[in-house]
């Protein structure tokens, strides 16, 4: 894997200078050079030509182009990489039990997806801990702050969350991810500010395991 120092726009880092990396990929899609930007990352950043389940068991984040890759993705973590048995919760109407539910399992990561229903804020990464059936709501652990959060349903019944897995690349635009190992799906893309954002996301170019373009 090539190595390096790599910084996205909003990481503040003691050092002085942006890396040469960063100023490079920049270059290319200011000048709108698709063919330097691919060949600038093909010769600096792990490519392969699939990523494969292989791949994703040693990730602790994937990224993708494309929601339905996500979706794939999410269903392999939480089949494969989370033990434990499958709590299943399901929306909740006045008439009763609705059609639609959420899969989880204990120390999943999730990602609330609306305000309104938590302490925490639309977008914030938590574990999941478990149901309380007495206050019928869920409760997930806030991994930064270490506080039990407790998440209730929104006005059509759900549980607002999803697999925190695995996300568009769209989704994590101006975030800086500190995952140890990043798989990055560009799904054919040839959007270069897209491919610039998803590779700016990261602090260095060691955190990213495959990418696949």
Same mark, same amino acid.
């Given at each position: 894997?090539a190595?390096?120092?790599?910084? $996205?726009?909003?990481?503040? !880092?003691s050092? !002085? ?12 899609? /200011?000048?709108? @050079? ?6 600038? *990352? ?12 292989? *791949? ?25 990489? &989370? %033990?434990?048995?499958? +709590? ?6 006045k ?5 639609t539910? =959420? /899969? ?7 990602? &609330?997806? %609306?305000?309104? =229903?938590?302490?925490a ?14 206050? /019928? ?6 991994? =930064? ?23 568009? *690349?769209?989704?994590?635009?101006? @975030?800086?991810?500190? /995952? ?8 054919? $893309?040839?959007?270069?500010?897209? =491919? ?8 260095? +170019? ?5 990418? %696949?373009?």
């Amino acid at each position: 894997m090539a190595t390096g120092s790599f910084i $996205s726009h909003n990481y503040s !880092s003691s050092q !002085s200078e942006v890396p040469r990396d960063h100023y490079k990929l920049r270059y290319y899609v /200011d000048t709108n @050079d698709e063919t330097g930007l691919f060949t600038y *990352i093909c010769g600096k950043f792990p490519i392969v030509e699939h990523i494969d389940t292989t *791949i994703l068991q040693k990730c602790t984040r994937a990224l993708a182009y494309l929601k339905s890759t996500v979706e794939s993705d999410s269903n392999f973590y939480l089949k494969r990489l &989370i %033990q434990g048995p499958r +709590i299943r919760s399901w929306t909740k109407t006045k008439e009763g039990m609705g059609i639609t539910y =959420v /899969d989880v399992r204990v120390g999943c990561h999730v990602f &609330i997806i %609306q305000n309104g =229903v938590s302490l925490a804020s639309n977008g914030t990464p938590l574990l999941f801990e478990k149901y309380n059936a007495e206050q /019928d709501c869920i409760e997930c652990m806030d991994p =930064v702050k270490k506080l039990l959060i407790q998440v209730q349903r929104n006005f059509k019944g759900k549980f607002p969350i999803i697999i925190g897995f695995a996300g568009t *690349i769209r989704k994590f635009q101006g @975030d800086t991810m500190d /995952d140890d190992a990043i798989a990055m799906n560009f799904n054919g $893309s040839r959007d270069l500010n897209l =491919v610039y954002t998803a590779l700016s996301r990261v602090k260095c +170019i060691d955190q990213i395991v495959a990418i %696949q373009l």
